[in-house]
């Protein structure tokens, strides 16, 4: 017989009281959120500084603000715009579940292009210390998706060890491949890993833009081979040569990063006095 795991059935409330419930998944927001708040704090202030603590508080409301809207509406136009143009009311309820990965990183990426010219900011600079900080956010979203058991694997072949049956009619009750948990390690801790390697040498961390590149490369192919495991959309399923959507939206994002960190050059470092390095 097939060595299979039944999956654990968490219950995806962690608190409720009357008609206020907290979720595994807004947690999973919320802490990633606040982590990469108190990371990017201190990542700022590292030579060569590009903004104040205070301002990336400030800027935590424009973050949340960029995931979550980003998030949905990557998912309405990327995943079921059909579905949502019939039904436009639906686009509100996110409870419901439905976020894009994708569409959340545009609107950090907008609210990173606003929020640094409102405050006279350098955008590439900024934007390099908050990537250091992202995959951890993804490391905890990867997590809640297991969890709330959503977004399970293909059919796992017959020696995997690890298979796991995953509730509900569309899982067939066929073991499958826990991707959610390889996602969880390649997107999350693996890139975490290499970003705060990366983000700890001042003369990667003065190439401005070349901390995003990297992340958005290393993201999108960690993204592309975590698809191989992952079962697509029923409502999509596979598209053009068999990828399936969240290989082809990876593939410009990882060739956006290559580009940023090849064009990257390294700016002047100055000591206290204003004098160069």
Do not use: K
């Amino acid at each position: 017989m097939l060595p299979v795991l039944l999956f654990p059935q968490f219950d995806p409330v962690v608190i409720s009281a009357g008609p206020i419930a907290i979720r595994w998944y807004a947690l999973a927001y919320i802490a990633g959120l606040l982590a990469g708040l108190w990371i990017v704090r201190r990542m700022v202030q590292r030579r060569p500084a590009v903004a104040l603590p205070d301002q990336v508080s400030d800027f935590l409301t424009w973050a949340t603000l960029g995931v979550v809207l980003g998030g949905r509406l990557g998912y309405v136009i990327f995943y079921q715009p059909q579905r949502f143009i019939e039904h436009p009311l639906q686009i509100l309820q996110i409870w419901s579940g439905g976020m894009s990965f994708h569409g959340g990183m545009l609107g950090v990426v907008i609210a990173v292009v606003l929020f640094c010219r409102r405050e006279r900011i350098n955008v590439l600079g900024f934007g390099d210390r908050i990537a250091v900080a992202a995959p951890l956010g993804l490391f905890l979203g990867r997590v809640a998706n297991f969890i709330n058991g959503e977004l399970w694997g293909r059919e796992a072949p017959d020696w995997l060890p690890w298979a796991m049956i995953f509730p509900g009619e569309l899982s067939g009750d066929i073991p499958r491949h826990p991707s959610q948990l390889y996602q969880a390690g390649l997107e999350g801790l693996l890139l975490f890993a290499v970003m705060v390697t990366l983000g700890r040498q001042e003369a990667i961390r003065a190439r401005f833009g070349f901390l995003t590149g990297a992340f958005l490369t290393g993201y999108g192919i960690a993204r592309i081979i975590g698809e191989f495991f992952r079962q697509p959309d029923p409502f999509l399923g596979f598209l053009w040569a068999g990828a399936t959507m969240g290989q082809l939206l990876s593939l410009p994002m990882a060739l956006t990063g290559l580009w940023l960190m090849a064009r990257a050059r390294p700016i002047p470092v100055l000591d206290e006095r204003g004098q160069p390095v």
